[in-house]
């Protein structure tokens, strides 16, 4: 069972709450999403294991399961090229759950006027293979927002 923890501080929206349609419908996998705090941050590996994928605005962390987690930092934010992040960790990286990767500003996300609410999904998965799916209220940077069997 894979332990999967909130990149990044802020309120559970649901997946249902990203303004994008292709991770509101759940296509890309289930899971779900945080609103975060406006304020400078680090948004955090939500698995121990290898970074297979690194982009300044997203993540992907496959744990020792073959759980792959994807972390989607805000919605269209591909389009600013890097601008306003900064990577932490490289790509092929081991991590531990919890450590800072990517140092971004959702205040500024948000300025330019996109939607700095983040996807935290699990990549091949059913829903019936998620449990405890936090979908609402205030969550700390690490805590955990569900469990993957």
Known sequence: MTRVLSPIRG????LAGVPDPVFAQA?????TAIDPEREPGTALAPVSGKIVK????????VDD??????????????????EGFELLAAEGDTVVAGQPLVRWNPAVIEAGGRSPVTAVVALDAGADALAGVVESGAVDGGAELFTWS
């Open 65 to 82: 399961e073959g759980h792959g987690v994807l972390v989607h930092l805000g919605v269209d934010t591909v389009q600013l090229k890097g």
């Open 54 to 61: 690194l982009h300044p605005h997203a993540y992907v962390v």
């Open 27 to 31: 296509m890309v996998g289930p899971g």
């Open 11 to 14: 309120h559970a929206v649901g």
